[in-house]
């Protein structure tokens, strides 16, 4: 999922103050979703499992587009979060709609960019 981060996030990130995606109005949200679900980011014996990468995202938003940032015509640079976390194979098709549908809400684009992907992890986790 790409989250866009206030400036101020970013630089905080940037400095080591890794704690400020936490305090962010819009990455906030969604890693405390994480953080609360028992599926997402489950490995086992860890949950809320997430990855993190910063960077910029760019979009012109078209006519008819409701953009949070930016306007129509124009391309918008955003300061953006990618925020990566996983699900067991094991959830139901129901139950990843839910997720993906908090993950949804929780975001402040119109239409928010969630790649949804098989993943295969390098081997086993140790029995319990």
């Known amino acids: 999922m790409y989250c866009p981060v206030q400036r101020a996030t970013l630089a905080a ?3 080591g103050d890794l704690d400020a ?6 990455a906030g949200p969604i890693l405390a979703i994480i953080e609360r679900s028992a599926d997402l980011g489950n490995f ?3 949950r809320g ?12 938003p078209q006519p008819g587009a409701l953009p949070a940032l930016g306007r129509n015509g124009v391309r918008t ?3 953006t979060a990618a925020i990566a976390t996983f699900v067991p194979m094991a959830v139901s098709p129901a139950r990843l709609a839910e997720l993906l549908d908090a993950l949804a809400a929780a975001h402040p ?4 960019v ?6 295969h992890l390098f081997g ?5």
């Open 109 to 112: 684009w119109e239409i928010p």
């Open 114 to 119: 969630i790649e949804v992907a098989d993943v």
């Open 77 to 79: 640079l955003s300061c």
């Open 44 to 46: 086992g014996r860890y």
């Open 21 to 26: 995606l936490d305090r962010d109005p819009h």
């Open 124 to 128: 086993e986790p140790p029995a319990d």
């Open 13 to 15: 990130i940037a400095g």
């Open 49 to 60: 499992v997430f990855e993190l990468g910063i960077g910029v995202e760019g979009f012109t």
